[in-house]
């Protein structure tokens, strides 16, 4: 969403002007201040039209996060206010637990980010040929290992780690592809693609603040062990929503069983089992099983954490329709410094986008498209797929646009005096939708968009003019 610099003492940020809001400081601009109609000190930004007269001289300025609201807080803010009341008891709270999860100071360590130390990127396309293959081959270790457990037999995790190893190079050569691959819902048992998913997000996370590939492999492969407990668990706890407090005792225990079976386990090594011991650890202490506390919840379990209850926000068991990917980040941003350490959060949230791929969004034309490939440079203006009209029909030939492009196409007429920007209509996500919310094949468009120089195109996509 922006690059953190500091100047002069003062902690700026570099933000697009597509993406700035009312309440921010604008501390600098990415031109002398002489050459526009601003005050030389900086300004509060009060109002819309300053905005669009920031739009109109700027591509990108600075902001100071001191002074002014940020550009994930004010974003989150603004979400919060408008889904709160829909957004409250999806995810039951832990009894008793939940009243410790009034905002206090956490013991918790500043998080040591490295930017940019993944930053060669494969083309997407190019990618999924390796990761659609590897996919399938996590997604059938994961099933075994659950197998086995189910029937006494000895857990194959030399394969899971083989495999989950190889899913942190995919992630780390292009994370598109298997984001793409696990959020499409082609098989029905939670289980296994919660575990798979979780296991991507971790990554992508890790990805986005430098973990070097050793933590990444014990990162992943941890969440990708971390629900094995649950093959000793009824099946109709499991689904049981809500659950009263002897049966959610009963419930928790999934996370010691899973952690003494890997202790069984030859060439486990502790650190993925303490991922799988600690990824229901909350920094307030009101997680399980051991109600532990800020920094005495080692860094990956919080990592875990983190993407576990992302997940199961947005894909929630025995519900037909999961929640948007907006709405589980506000739900995520309302329990930072609470049961997640807020900095983790932030950048949890800057690593995956408020519309990651797969995402089905509607734009300021009105038109609905799905997310297809992520600009990590400009998070709010991906790659999209259009496939209905601003009245919500379906388009015969769906259309290709990358909002990234189509920005600097339209801005560079605006610099160029060619045209004015009242007479430029710049293409925005204005929200986010519900999986379901329309009758869109998903599936259907990302084995298009992936797989289309592999065979005939199920429908050709035409670029917007």
Same mark, same amino acid.
């Given at each position: 969403?922006?690059?953190?610099?500091?100047?002069?003492?003062?902690?700026?940020? #570099?933000?697009?002007?597509?993406?700035?809001? &009312?309440?921010?400081?604008?501390?600098?601009?990415?031109?002398?201040?002489?050459?526009?109609?601003?005050?030389?000190?900086?300004?509060? /930004?009060?109002?819309?039209?300053? *905005?669009?007269?920031?739009?109109?001289?700027?591509?990108?300025?600075? /902001?100071?996060?001191?002074?002014?609201?940020?550009?994930?807080?004010?974003?989150?803010?603004?979400?919060?206010? #408008? +889904?709160?009341?829909?957004?409250?008891?999806?995810?039951?709270?832990?009894?008793?637990?939940?009243?410790?999860?009034?905002?206090?100071?956490?013991?918790?360590?500043?998080?040591?980010?490295?930017?940019?130390?993944?930053?060669?990127?494969?083309?997407?396309?190019?990618?999924?040929?390796?990761?659609?293959?590897?996919?399938?081959?996590?997604?059938?270790?994961?099933?075994?290992?659950?197998?086995?457990?189910?029937?006494?037999?000895?857990?194959?995790?030399? +394969?899971?780690?083989?495999?989950?190893?190889?899913?942190?190079?995919?992630?780390?050569?292009?994370?598109?592809?298997?984001?793409?691959?696990?959020? &499409?819902?082609?098989?029905?048992?939670?289980?296994?693609?919660?575990?798979?998913?979780?296991?991507?997000?971790?990554?992508?996370?890790?990805?986005?603040?430098?973990?070097?590939?050793?933590?990444?492999?014990?990162?992943?492969?941890?969440?990708?062990?971390?629900?094995?407990?649950?093959?000793? *668990?009824?099946?109709?706890?499991?689904?049981?929503?809500?659950?009263?407090?002897?049966?959610?005792?009963?419930? $928790?225990?999934?996370?010691?069983?899973?952690?003494?079976?890997?202790?069984?386990?030859?060439?486990?090594?502790?650190?993925?089992?303490?991922?799988?011991?600690?990824?229901?650890?909350?920094?307030?202490?009101?997680?399980?099983?051991?109600?532990?506390?800020?920094? #005495? *919840?080692?860094?990956?379990?919080?990592?875990?954490?983190?993407?576990?209850?992302?997940?199961?926000?947005?894909?929630?068991?025995?519900?037909?329709?999961?929640?948007?990917?907006?709405?589980?980040?506000?739900?995520?941003?309302?329990?930072?410094?609470?049961?997640?350490? +807020?900095?983790?959060?932030?950048?949890?949230?800057?690593? *995956?986008?408020?519309?990651?791929?797969?995402?089905?969004?509607?734009?300021?034309?009105?038109?609905?498209?799905?997310?297809?490939?992520?600009?990590?440079?400009?998070?709010?203006?991906?790659?999209?797929? /259009?496939?209905?009209?601003?009245?919500?029909?379906?388009?015969?030939?769906?259309?290709?646009?990358?909002?990234? $492009?189509?920005?600097?196409?339209?801005?560079?007429?605006?610099?160029?005096?060619? =045209?004015?920007?009242?007479?430029? +209509?710049?293409?925005?996500?204005?929200?986010?939708?519900?999986?379901?919310?329309?009758?869109?094949?998903?599936?259907?468009?990302?084995?298009?968009?992936?797989?289309?120089?592999?065979? =005939?195109?199920?429908?050709?996509?035409?670029?917007?003019?």
């Amino acid at each position: 969403m922006g690059d953190e610099v500091v100047a002069v003492g003062v902690k700026q940020i #570099k933000v697009d002007v597509n993406d700035l809001t &009312v309440g921010m400081f604008v501390s600098g601009l990415d031109r002398p201040w002489t050459q526009t109609p601003f005050p030389l000190q900086g300004f509060y /930004i009060r109002e819309a039209e300053e *905005i669009r007269q920031l739009k109109n001289h700027c591509r990108h300025v600075y /902001i100071d996060v001191a002074k002014g609201s940020g550009p994930v807080a004010q974003k989150l803010k603004t979400l919060q206010a #408008k +889904e709160q009341s829909e957004a409250r008891g999806l995810i039951k709270e832990k009894g008793a637990r939940a009243a410790r999860n009034s905002k206090v100071k956490l013991d918790v360590s500043p998080l040591k980010i490295r930017r940019d130390v993944y930053s060669d990127q494969v083309p997407l396309q190019k990618e999924v040929k390796q990761a659609r293959q590897l996919h399938q081959a996590v997604f059938n270790s994961v099933s075994e290992v659950i197998k086995q457990l189910g029937s006494g037999g000895d857990v194959p995790v030399q +394969e899971t780690r083989r495999v989950a190893s190889q899913m942190v190079d995919s992630v780390l050569r292009n994370p598109d592809a298997f984001t793409w691959l696990s959020r &499409v819902k082609e098989v029905d048992e939670h289980t296994y693609s919660h575990s798979v998913r979780s296991a991507v997000w971790a990554i992508i996370f890790g990805r986005h603040i430098g973990m070097s590939k050793k933590d990444l492999d014990v990162l992943a492969l941890g969440v990708l062990l971390k629900d094995v407990g649950k093959t000793k *668990i009824d099946r109709q706890l499991l689904d049981k929503n809500p659950r009263s407090a002897a049966e959610e005792h009963e419930y $928790e225990r999934f996370v010691e069983i899973g952690v003494e079976i890997l202790r069984r386990t030859p060439n486990v090594e502790p650190r993925v089992i303490s991922v799988v011991k600690y990824h229901c650890e909350r920094v307030n202490g009101s997680g399980f099983p051991l109600q532990l506390r800020g920094d #005495k *919840i080692p860094l990956l379990g919080k990592v875990a954490g983190i993407v576990t209850y992302y997940d199961e926000v947005t894909n929630p068991r025995g519900e037909l329709h999961p929640l948007s990917p907006s709405k589980a980040v506000a739900k995520l941003y309302e329990r930072r410094d609470k049961e997640f350490q +807020e900095e983790l959060v932030v950048e949890f949230i800057r690593a *995956i986008g408020l519309y990651p791929t797969g995402t089905i969004v509607e734009l300021n034309t009105g038109e609905v498209a799905v997310v297809v490939e992520q600009n990590f440079e400009r998070r709010l203006k991906p790659k999209v797929i /259009i496939v209905l009209d601003a009245c919500k029909e379906p388009l015969s030939k769906p259309i290709f646009l990358d909002l990234a $492009e189509d920005d600097r196409r339209k801005q560079a007429l605006v610099d160029s005096g060619k =045209k004015r920007f009242e007479e430029v +209509e710049k293409i925005e996500i204005s929200q986010d939708l519900e999986p379901g919310r329309f009758d869109i094949d998903i599936k259907k468009i990302r084995d298009e968009y992936l797989f289309k120089s592999e065979k =005939k195109s199920l429908f050709s996509f035409f670029k917007r003019d």
